[in-house]
C-alpha cells in the first residue's frame, strides 16, 4: 500500500540521513522527464492533470484554480541539520498560453517547501503559494522561482512580464524583465506568448549564489544569466526539502500553465533534454479549415492570374531595386553592396530597425541575407554628381583601416540621389544614449575613462599611424559606438578626410558639430588633425561632466560647457563640474587629468594644442600633464576675456619653442 510521504516520511528522513555515512548523504541524487507521457509518480493537487500527449497542465484555462505538482521524494540539501545548503540545480520547459493574447492570469512558480502540499495557498495574486495569513514568515521555509504576468503593487512587481526570486513571501528578493542575453544584448520574451520556453536555475552551495537563466527553447544555456542573488540559503531550507510546481489562474483572465520537461539533480547541474521526445503543446485557437475548401476558382483563371502578377512583379521589382553602376566603380567591386541586399538586410528601411538620425543621414541595423552577419546601414543623401567619385575613393580607402577602436567600415552602395555606407553593427549603440538616454544607467568612471582611452587611441591611428593622413571631422559622443564588451569604437566616417603626409588639406564647406568645431574651421573651411583635437576636447568635457558641449536652454553661465569647465577651474574648484551622476565613485586624479586635457584641446589658438600623440602619452600616464596656465579657449572660437588674478597670455610664432610649453608652467 503506498503511503503518503507527506505524513510518514519527513519525520524519520533525517533521522535516517543522520545514521547514514557522509558520503552517502552527499550522493548525486537527480532525475530527468523529457515528457510526461508515462504518467509519472508525481504528486499532483489542485486541478493539475497529465495530458494524453505528456504535457504536464497545471491549470486547464478555467478561472480561479490552483494547480501543484512536487517530486513524491524529498531531497537531502544539506549533510546534517546545522550544514550548509549543498549545490542543486533544476531546470523545466514550459509554455503559458491565455485566453487573451494581451492579458494573463497569473503565472508558474518552481518551488522547494518543506512538503509536497502547499495548504491554505490562494490562487490569483497568491499563484498557489501563500495566503493572507503566511505570505512573508519566516517558518515556511520556501524558496521559489516565480514567472509573473500580473503585476500586484502589494508585492511590489516590477511589471507583468518578470521573473523573481522570492524567499518566504511574494515580495521578490531579485526580480528583473523576462527575457536573455545574447551576444552581449538583452532580448526580451514574452510570458504569455504560448511559445515554449526554458528555465535554468542553479545554486552554487560554495559561493551563496543563485543564478536564474531563460531563452526560447532549443536555444542554448546563454553565458550570462538574467538574474543573480548572492544569499546564503542555510537558514532558510530545511534539512530535507521537496520541489515542485506551483500555479494559479485568475478570477477575470483564464490561462492554461504547462509544463513539458524537468530535470533535478543535488550537487551537480542537472540533465539536459531530449528534445526528440518533447510533447507537442496543446492547439491555440480554431483548428484550420482544409486546403481542399480553399479551392474554388477555376484554374484557368488562377493561372492567368498568376502569370501577369508574375510579369508585373519583376518589372516592379527590377525597377525599385534599379541602381547605377558607372565604369569607374568596377575596380570597387569588393567594396560595393548591391541595394536588393541591403533593402533586405534592413527590412526595407522600415522604423523597425532605426537605430538613430542626425543632420547627415538615418542609420538602421540589418542582417545580410547572404552572409548573416549584422550590420548597421548609414543612408545619406547625395543628390550631387560632383565630386562623387573622389568621395567614393576616400570611403573605400578608409575601409582598409583596421584598428581595434575603429567602426570598420565595410562598404557603401549609390542608387538614384542616395548614398549607403554599410558599417560593422555595434550591440550597444552610442555613447551619448549611455550619458543622456539611461536615468536607470550609469556609465561608471572606469568604464568612461576606457572609452575616453579607446577613442585617443582610434584618433591616433588616424592622425600618424595609416598610410594617409585621415580628418575625422565630427568626432563627438553620439559617433563613439559601443561593441558588446563595451570598447568604446570611432565610427561615421562619412564626412571623413585623407590627404597624403606633408601636404596641407584642402578648404572645403564647413561641416561638423555645433559644440564640437574649431574656431579656424569656421573662418577657413579646412579640417585638420587640430580640429579633430578640438572635437576631442569637447568630447573629453562631455564624457566627464556628463553634458552636451553646447546647452542652449541652460543658464549663460552654463550654456557653453567649455567656459563653465573653465571657471571652475579659474577658482580652483574644476571637480565640482564632474557629472553629478557619479556621485563620489570615480578616481579624482584620472577626472582632473582629463577636464584639464580637455580644457587645452579646447585651445583657441590650433599650435597651442596638442597632438593625439601627446594626448595618448598623458592619457596613459606615460608623461605627467603640466599644470595649466591662462589659456585663450572658448568652444565658440573666440579668445577669453581678460581674467583677474592671471597673467596675460601672448602668442609669438617667431618664437622656436612651442606655444604650447608656453602656457603648461605653473597654475592650478
Partial sequence: ????????????????????????????????????????????DGIAKFTPSGVLALTNGTRHEIGHAFFPTPFPFKPSPNASVSSFSTSFIFSIISDNPQYSAHGIVFVVAPAPRLPGALSGDYLGLFNETNNGNSTNHVVAVELDTVPKSEFQDINDNHVGIDINGLVSVASKAAGYYSNGRFQNLSLISGKAMQVWVEYDGGKKEMNVTMAPVHLPKPSTPLLTLSKDLSPILDQTMYVGFSSSSGYITSSSHYLLAWSFKINGLADGFDFSQLPKLPRIGPKKVSRL???????????????????????????????????????????????????????????????????????YSGILPTSGIEIAVKRVSHESRQGMREFVAEIVSVGRMRHRNLVKLLGYCRRKGELFLVYDYMPNGSLDRFLYDQPSFTLSWQERFRVIKGVASGLLYLHEEWEQVVVHRDVKGSNVLLDGEMNARLGDFGLARLHHRGTDPQATCVVGTLGYLAPEHIRTGKATTSTDVYAFGAFLLEVACGRRPIEPRAA?????????????WHKGEI???????????????????????????????????????????????????????????????????????????????????????????GGR
Fill in 293 to 363: 475548401l480553399t479551392i474554388g476558382l477555376p484554374l484557368s483563371l488562377v493561372l492567368v492570374f498568376g502569370v501577369l502578377s508574375g510579369v508585373g512583379y519583376y518589372v516592379r521589382r527590377k525597377r525599385k531595386f534599379a541602381e547605377v553602376l558607372e565604369d569607374w566603380e568596377l575596380d570597387y567591386g569588393p567594396h560595393r553592396f548591391k541595394y536588393k541586399d541591403l533593402y533586405i538586410a534592413t527590412k526595407g528601411f522600415g522604423e523597425k530597425g532605426l537605430l538613430g538620425s542626425g543632420g547627415f543621414g538615418r542609420v
Fill in 1 to 44: 500500500m503506498f503511503l503518503n510521504p507527506l505524513f510518514s516520511l519527513p519525520p524519520l528522513l533525517p533521522l535516517l540521513l543522520s545514521l547514514l555515512p557522509s558520503t552517502a548523504a552527499q550522493d548525486h541524487l537527480s532525475f530527468t522527464f523529457n515528457n510526461f507521457k508515462a504518467s509519472p509518480n508525481l504528486t499532483l
Fill in 575 to 665: 571637480l565640482q563640474t564632474v557629472d553629478p551622476k557619479l556621485g563620489s565613485q570615480y578616481v579624482a586624479e584620472e577626472v582632473e587629468l582629463v577636464l584639464k586635457l580637455g580644457l587645452w584641446c579646447s585651445h583657441s589658438e590650433p599650435v597651442a594644442r596638442p597632438s593625439m600623440r601627446q594626448v595618448v602619452q598623458y592619457l596613459e600616464g606615460d608623461i605627467p600633464l603640466p599644470e595649466l596656465k591662462l589659456m585663450g579657449n572658448s568652444a565658440t572660437g573666440l579668445m577669453f576675456a581678460y581674467r583677474e588674478g592671471f597673467d596675460d597670455f601672448a602668442l609669438s610664432y617667431s618664437q622656436s619653442s612651442s606655444v604650447a610649453e608656453s602656457i603648461l608652467s
Fill in 556 to 568: 549663460a553661465e552654463n550654456l557653453v560647457l567649455v567656459d563653465c569647465v573653465f571657471s571652475f
